[in-house]
């Protein structure tokens, strides 16, 4: 485990040095996932070239073969606008029982922001719902660990009340108007992943979704963030960054040759399954020594939905019955941020958690970044 940022041994009020306290109640959450579709349904749209028979395309069965991805949460209509995402996020609060002008920080979680300059997404959220000019936006580029990340934010400006907005619009960027992959994503030579970026965006899905965290005495909960570059796992640390989006930016302006091209989703799927597999194990290792036994506690496990295989694969070395860690990678996709959230949202809506219950978020993501906290549900 990463121990570089405390003496090897120390604790912090009793807890592992890997983890700290985290006193924060969940008093609301919402999502949305839009439409859902199959992915024949998908296949038909995006038309995903088919490398060993040229002029054809791949089907629904040989894309979920591959992936192990059933359907996907595909929506660009709904997700057109950041209008959806501010109706999220004041669900979250009705559910919460509070307003705007009850929020003392508010923390954004996105890897394809409306507007990509100035944490402009933020600004407009924020101004939306009518958030006090006095709450400063924080904005974080993050993927599927932005969850944790967020979380240890918003526990280290010890926030009394956080909102966290989280969402991952796809469609938004790898589609055309009529549902067809953008040739980024068909017929890219300039990035490195290009032979197989088709993957990114048939993974990869639609979502939006936001939590209250409160801050309570009476929250007996655990927080793990680490973002493993110095060291991973007692070994040396992960310098790249999974996902790969090379342009955009100072070093491949937009309108520049290639720019495009590198604009897009490259997954480098080796390291991927590599730092997932090791570093939700890592996650459970470090709360299995903060709170010994913790999974007999928990009413629910959320785990990071990278992929069905991959959670299926960390699930199996849990002794934890696999109705108490739902799971929808199969179901919907990787909605990356929103995807734990969602599942979350999902029981709540079932009735299958009560006030007070506690549940655990664990996540991996690129950076690279991982974490994890425990957390009770509010009672009110």
């Not at 048939?202 to 939006?208: C, E, I, R, T, W």
Request: hydrophobic content about 40%; overall charge negative; aromatic content about 6%.
């Amino acid at each position: 485990m990463d121990s570089s940022t405390s003496a090897p041994g120390t604790a912090l009020l009793g807890h592992p040095a890997d983890t700290e306290p985290f006193p924060y109640e969940i008093a609301g959450a919402h999502a949305d996932l839009g439409t859902v579709v199959g992915m024949d349904d998908w296949a038909g749209r995006a038309r995903v070239p088919d490398r060993h028979r040229p002029g054809r395309h791949l089907n629904g069965a040989t894309i979920t073969k591959l992936l192990g991805v059933q359907g996907k949460s595909w929506d660009p209509a709904h997700f057109a606008g950041i209008d959806s995402v501010v109706a999220v996020a004041r669900q979250a609060l009705d559910r919460a029982g509070l307003a705007p002008s009850d929020i003392t920080a508010v923390v954004v979680v996105t890897c394809t922001p409306y507007q990509v300059m100035l944490d402009q997404d933020a600004f407009a959220l924020m101004r939306q719902l009518g958030i006090p000019d006095r709450v400063p936006p924080v904005q974080l580029g993050a993927g599927c660990g932005g969850l944790a990340r967020a979380a240890s934010v918003v526990s280290a400006m010890r926030a009394e009340r956080a909102l966290v907005v989280a969402y991952n619009i796809t469609s938004r960027v790898s589609t055309g108007p009529d549902g067809t992959l953008l040739p980024q994503y068909t017929e890219n030579t300039a990035h490195p992943y290009g032979r197989n970026m088709w993957a990114s965006p048939a993974l990869f899905s639609d979502g939006v979704a936001a939590l209250v965290l409160r801050r309570s005495a009476d929250a007996d909960g655990v927080l793990l963030y680490s973002r493993d570059s110095l060291s991973f796992g007692g070994g040396p640390g992960i310098t790249d960054p999974l996902i790969h989006v090379l342009g955009g930016g100072s070093s491949h302006p937009a309108g520049t040759p290639g720019a495009d091209e590198l604009s897009a989703y490259g997954m480098n799927s080796p390291e991927i399954r590599r730092y997932y597999t090791a570093g939700m194990t890592l996650n459970h290792e470090a709360l299995e020594s903060a709170r010994p036994g913790y999974l007999k506690e928990i009413t629910r496990l959320y785990t990071h939905q990278a992929h069905p295989f991959l959670v299926d694969a960390f699930l199996a070395q849990t002794d934890i019955p696999a109705e108490r860690a739902p799971g929808n990678a199969r179901a919907i996709g990787n909605t990356a941020a929103p995807s734990t959230l969602a599942l979350l949202h999902a029981d709540q809506r079932t009735g299958a958690l009560a006030p007070g219950d506690l549940v655990c978020f664990s996540v991996v993501g690129s950076g690279p970044e991982r974490g994890a906290f425990l957390a009770p549900l509010a009672v009110r």
